[in-house]
């Protein structure tokens, strides 16, 4: 079968997926604290996903990553994990992974290890108990800190996003970084996006440059730049003195697009071809006109993926937030 190729001559071979809107915590750059979550009959069932995802694997998809919402607070979210494992064992997919708040980890780790899960993103922005609880609203730390410890008590290979926060985790990079480097786990910085209406947060006021986080590492330690890419907005450097690999997510400062390989499907199974770009093409319609036949499907996914646009266009240099997309980050799933 013809691989997914878009018109730019990029190879799509990575597929994130939102198998939920919901979450248990608030984090105030992603949701307001009052949300008002879909409708049990616009999401995809864990059976559609199963057809929504295997559909891409078989387009030549390789890499799916799992995220939300909060993906394990998707019910019987393990039925899918256990489904995708076919996938694993048969060659087609290369690495079933997730990207988690953690909060349910300690409950899922093992499980997910046997369904083939290797690695996991685990969203961490602070170490510090009371100011977890201001940043997720209604997360725990402890509890997050108990799922890091069982994931890697599976052999789950745990990576740390933490998001770039201004006046909020600065004072936090090297103790972050110790942090990490005494449980062998590789730590990433995202720079802030505009997305979503999230109720008066001045968006501005939370943004970081990770130009500047990158100067300060560069104060203490000396950097390589690693000419590793994964097809998306992170870039890594080693830490000479220590060894650590550090990553830089930085949508807005760098211009990733011409290596992009990703698309993303949100819960109701609206596929956006570029996170930063309103087009998306409805992939929910053909699966459901067709429930035992994924011609028009496969058709669907072909029309979108020739749509897939050059680049984005988020941009801060003006010193307003241009090129804001108004959905939120839960919704196309980070
Ligand atoms: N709930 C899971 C979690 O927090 O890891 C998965 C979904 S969450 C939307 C995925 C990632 O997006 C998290 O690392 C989170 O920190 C990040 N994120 C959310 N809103 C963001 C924003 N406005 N700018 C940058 N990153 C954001
Ligand atoms: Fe939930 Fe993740 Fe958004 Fe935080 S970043 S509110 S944990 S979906």
Redesign the pocket.
């Known amino acids: 079968m013809e691989k997914l190729v878009d018109p730019f001559h990029r190879a799509i071979s990575y597929l994130r997926v ?1 198998v939920t809107d919901r ?1 248990d ?1 608030r ?1 105030v ?3 307001a604290e009052h949300m008002t979550f879909l409708p049990k009959k616009e999401l995809l069932t864990l059976e559609e996903l199963d057809r929504m995802c295997s559909a891409f694997v078989r387009l030549g998809v390789e890499k799916l990553r799992i ?5 394990l607070v998707r019910r019987d979210i393990l039925t899918f994990f256990r489904a995708m494992s076919r996938h694993l064992e048969a060659g087609a997919l290369k690495e079933l992974t ?5 909060s349910q980890l300690e409950r899922f780790a093992g499980d997910l290890a046997s369904a083939g899960v290797r690695r996991v ?3 961490l ?1 602070t170490l510090d108990e009371a100011k977890f609880a201001q940043v997720t609203r209604w997360g725990r730390l402890p509890k997050v800190l108990r799922g890091i410890d069982a994931a890697q008590a599976a052999g789950l290979r745990v990576k740390i ?3 770039a926060l201004k006046g909020f985790n600065e004072d936090e990079l090297f103790p972050l970084l110790d942090w990490c480097a005494s449980r062998d786990m590789d730590l990433t910085f ?7 209406d ?1 109720g008066g947060e001045d ?1 501005l006021d ?1 943004y970081w440059s990770l130009k500047d986080l990158r100067a300060r590492l560069a104060g203490r330690f000396t950097l390589t730049d690693l000419a590793e890419r994964t097809g998306g907005p992170a870039r890594y450097v080693r830490i000479e003195e220590t060894g650590q690999k550090v990553g830089f ?1 930085t ?1 807005l400062t760098h211009n990733f697009c011409e290596s992009c390989n990703r698309v993303r499907l949100t819960c109701t199974g609206e596929l956006y071809m570029c996170l930063g770009q309103e087009d998306m093409a409805d992939l929910r319609a053909p699966l459901r006109a067709h429930p035992g036949d994924d011609a028009a499907l496969d058709l669907a996914i072909r029309a979108a993926i020739a749509r897939k646009p050059k680049g984005h266009d988020f941009d801060y240099s003006r010193r307003r937030v241009d090129g804001t997309v108004s959905r ?3 919704h ?3």
Request: hydrophobic content about 30%; some cysteine; proline content about 7%.
């Open positions: 939102s979450c915590f984090c750059y992603c949701m995220t939300g919402g909060e993906p997730l990207t988690t708040n953690g993103n685990v969203s922005d996003n933490a998001v995202i720079e802030v996006m505009p997305m979503g999230l968006r939370q997510i949508p939120h980050m839960s196309t799933g980070g």
